[in-house]
């Protein structure tokens, strides 16, 4: 390496710091220098927070300067590409990324990556799957292209802890460009044999450079407090204490605005972040964190791979994640440009339930596959996936899962033609062999965050460790090593967080849109629901499945009556939010237990001192909700079902109740007759959801 290049480099390196005399860590300049001077091809293994993505910038920069064309970055989440753009600008890099949300700007960026006016085009690995990008852009450019960036590049191993189908397409890809075009591989995840399978994968004449895994600035600390009311206390007692603003990581959206609620109620800026929120949102929260407006965001992984804040100060988990590469991951967040930062997980009764169930639906069942296959077989033209949702009973996430597990196999038995999905000729059987290979280990890795909760060793070796670093040791600063706590038990405020836990209540959101038609033809249904058919904002009393009101629904259904304190606490629900808005009482029957709502919703009616009338009625019996898994298939179930009886009604807003929402169809149904018939508000009250999560 010669030391003109060596200046070069480092004077851009000074200029993205903006600090004069600032120099390379170990390993940047030499992955730099096999991009620029060797056009080779690097797989980049080095901890969070090491500046991989200063690598392919300053040798984007340099490649630009000696007139190679545009980089091409295939990044996974757009909170990375986002903090990849800002990172770019003070390199005088101009980059832009094509994504969901910024369509109305795809044009005007498309036309500047093929014309030679952008220096870096961004894409997600899903883009490469799109028709119109691989015409519209890669094929104008593929000729051009000076540098080929794969950011996470574990995903592309089906051996890595966040493997993504869609990245199988970037080894086709790989495959076909020309042998001097050089390729940037990073990842912190990669243990060896994900390293050795992506290595493969990236071709011939691979250059590995692998570096320490340790994190200095890390202090890790495990509490194991089982019960979530504990938990909640434990943050609210702890959060304030701790420097700094930072995540908390929660294992679902559910998880997310429940401790966002209660630290907020508590005077914590607290605010959740996950995969509902729109782009904008997203965008508005993750600049609120980095500006350090809020003192934590309350996350799912929608906020994960490669969110840059140097000054972090924490990142905690309300649960363990499904690999202790997930957690190195994402407590890798924090501590990068600060010399301390505290890494603190709190183990839950709940991990190993809701780890198993994302392991045991990674994959399309082969009974899905068989139904998708079948359904384009019987279609010569292909279906889209509205038309799918109405030949498959399955969840709209199915099928999308399943499509793409199909679309991007060697072979694909499917393939996507503008918005309709076709059979191929090809002949397909599922690997089942290899699905249980990779569940297996899963499964290990569960098993392996399990050990790390009760490991009596230092806490950043064993992670080091479990990705193959030969460098590791013992830090010296995690709980292990210093003696600090290694459980939590009689939190103050427990009794605070029970009680708020007991009345945290959920919405039923009012559907806005029938089921695509003939699912209600029988009604004559279709199309936007008009607002003089749209119930009201609803509630439910609980999550079922989750915590002491769960308890006392799921044993009134079982014995055939729900228990007075479940009366008491709808009546306490309903003076809370509808009173004296509501008049009258009402319920959603039941031909298979006719006493069992109707009993309830007198007896609340009584409470309230309201009028109660049976005047909806049931006219056939129909599968069990529970059992349609889409919204086509949901609302057919229940076409024609129920009637009203006139003579019954009573004028003035009603409530609505039943025992379980799960689509939130039935409410919609039974709520639009009733707002038919009475021309005044409807008001759905369940004891239990099975929507939100």
Known sequence: MSNTFRREAEGLLQQALDAPGATFRDGQLEAIHNAVELRARTLVVQRTGWGKSMVYFIATRLLRMRGAGPTLIVSPLLALMRNQIQSAAPL???????????????????????????????????????????ENVLGPIAGKIGLFVVDEAHCISDWGHDFRPDYRRIRRIISGLPKNLPVIATTATANSRVVDDVAAQLGDDIHIQRGPLTRESLQLEVYEIGAKPERLAWLAEELPKVDGSGIIYALTKRDTRTIARYLSDRGIDAVAYNADLSGEDRIELERRLQDNDVK?????????????????????????PQSVIHYYQQVGRAGRGIARARGILLSGREDSRINRFFIENAFPTPQDV??????????EEGLNKIELEAVVNLKQSQIDKTLKFLSVEDNAPVVKRATRWVRTPHSY???????????????????????????AGCRMRFLAEALDDSLAEDCGRCDRCTGGAIAASNVEGTAEAIQYLSKNSGLIRPRKRWARAPSLEHYGFSG????????????????????VWSELVSGGKEHGHFDETLVARCVELVREEWNPDI????????LRRPKLVASLAKRIANALGLPFSACVHK??????????????????NLDGAFEIDETAVVRGPALLIDDMVDSGWTFCIVGALLRRSIREPVYPLALASTLDS
């Not at 101009?94 to 093929?114: D, G």
Request: glycine share 6%; with cysteine; hydrophobic share 40%.
């Open 296 to 320: 934590a965001l309350v996350a799912t992984t929608a906020l994960g791979m490669g969110y840059d804040k140097p000054d972090l100060g924490f990142v905690m988990h309300y649960q363990a």
């Open 583 to 590: 008049t009258w009482v009402t319920c959603v029957p039941s």
């Open 429 to 455: 059987s599922m690997d089942l062999v290899g699905i249980q290979r990779l569940t297996d280990r899963r499964n290990e890795e569960w098993a392996e965050v399990q050990r790390y909760v009760s490991h």
């Open 528 to 547: 936007t629901i008009k607002a003089e058919l749209r119930v009201e904002e609803g509630r439910y009393v609980c999550n079922w499945g989750d915590g």
């Open 92 to 134: 005088g890099i101009r980059a832009a990324t094509l994504n969901s949300e910024n369509q109305n700007t795809w044009k005007e960026i498309e036309k500047a990556i093929v014309g030679g006016e952008l220096d870096v085009l961004l894409i997600s690995p899903e883009r490469l799957a799109n028709d119109r990008f691989v």
């Open 370 to 379: 068989e139904l998708i296959l079948e359904a384009l077989e019987l279609s």
């Open 619 to 636: 006219i056939r019996e129909t599968a069990p909700q529970k059992t349609m898994e889409n919204s086509y298939h949901q609302a057919s």
